[in-house]
């Protein structure tokens, strides 16, 4: 069983940065993919990003590709996202997602432990 919290949304500038978090509890998070998903209202949700268990092996879409960057320190049990270049269209509630067993994927039905999200709004 894992439990996820993720922390660090807020309001920011078109343009701007905000890293998000996502602590872990739980044994043997590092066993665990991680992935990060957002939804606005009125819309599917979308996937962001996704990590594998070392870190050495990250995906993207289009979409955020070179302004995201997803991490992870496992000896925190945490994973990061950072949010470079934001943009009004990236405003969402963001959620990470854990899955064991499976290699990096960007199907949310693929994720079995989920955190609460945190609200990301960009003004422009």
């Known amino acids: 069983q894992v439990q996820l919290i993720e922390s660090g949304g807020g309001l920011v500038q078109a343009g701007g940065s905000l890293r998000l978090s996502c602590a872990a509890s739980?044994?043997?998070?590092?066993?665990?993919?991680v992935g990060w998903f957002r939804q606005a209202p009125g819309k599917e949700r979308e996937f962001v990003a996704t990590i594998n268990w070392s870190g050495g092996s990250t995906y993207y879409p289009d979409s955020v590709k070179g302004r995201f960057t997803i991490s992870r320190d496992n000896a925190k049990n945490t994973v990061y996202l950072q949010m470079n270049s934001l943009k009004p269209e990236d405003t969402a509630v963001y959620y990470c997602a854990a899955a064991r067993g499976i290699g990096l994927s960007r199907t949310a039905l693929d994720y079995d432990y989920w955190g609460q999200g945190t609200q990301v709004t960009v003004s422009s």
């Open positions: 739980g044994r043997a998070f590092s066993n665990y993919i």
